[in-house]
């Protein structure tokens, strides 16, 4: 095992530790890496968990405690079911087909409004609130021409916008993942030893992965290319 820095609990900003990094986890294998890359860079990390309602949150937020624990931290979950039931479309709206990949525009009909900007805002919130400066989220490359909300230049954008909203804080926004296809993530996540076990990729919620969602497509494709067998 390698050797850690220095870890903290859920309670670590009672404990007056300083923060370094905040990290938005959904659970899946993206951002599963992507903790696993802040960890080895950071000293405390404050791993943040979202409900909004998603079909899934229950499980999703398991696998973010077990990830989070793997690497000696809590989890934090803040629940936004109200606001974004405001939102209209993909992984919050009952009435969107899920099986069917992409809407009629080209965007992923799992895409939910404005969920990357939001939750970024609030994770600089808890950044400048805590004294972190670093912030990671875990768009990949192949996210890019469906979901805007997970380009480069997107997250470019929001770094430089969050900084310009404060003028006590600089942030990093960090996407360790952000030019890596699914196959190329799970090969870095099996180099950084992260639990693969423990993430959940399914837009349905039920005992076993559907097999036939676009994500769970995207899963089985990435770990065949790895070859690597997936845990779940
Ligand atoms: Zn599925």
């Keep these: 095992m390698r050797s850690r820095r220095p870890r903290v609990s859920r309670d670590s900003e009672d404990a007056g530790g300083i923060l370094e990094s905040v990290v938005l986890a959904s659970g899946g294998i993206d951002s599963a890496v992507t903790l696993a890359e802040a960890a080895e860079v950071s000293g405390e990390v404050a791993v943040l968990f979202f409900r909004y309602g998603q079909p899934t949150e229950s499980r999703e937020a398991r696998c ?41 525009d080209g965007v992923a009909a799992s895409y939910v409004p404005m969920r990357n900007t939001v939750f970024l805002s609030i994770a600089a919130g808890v950044a400048e609130s805590r004294g972190a400066k670093h912030l990671w989220f875990g768009p990949n490359a192949e996210d890019r021409d469906a979901y805007a909300d997970c380009r480069d230049e997107y997250a470019s954008a929001m770094e430089r916008a969050l900084c310009l909203g404060t003028d006590r804080a600089e942030f990093t926004v960090h996407r360790p993942v952000v030019a890596l296809e699914k196959h190329e993530i799970i090969l870095r996540g099996v180099e950084l030893e992260v639990p693969l076990e423990h993430t959940w990729s399914c837009y349905q919620d039920g005992d076993e992965p559907c097999g036939v969602c676009a994500s769970c497509e995207e899963r089985a494709e990435g770990f065949e290319r790895a070859g690597v067998e997936d845990p779940l």
């Design 64 to 104: 973010v405690e077990a990830l989070a624990e793997h690497h000696g931290y809590g989890m934090e979950v803040l629940d936004l079911t109200d606001v974004f039931s405001k939102f209209r479309g993909g992984l919050t709206d009952k009435s969107v087909d899920l099986s069917v990949h992409l809407a009629e």
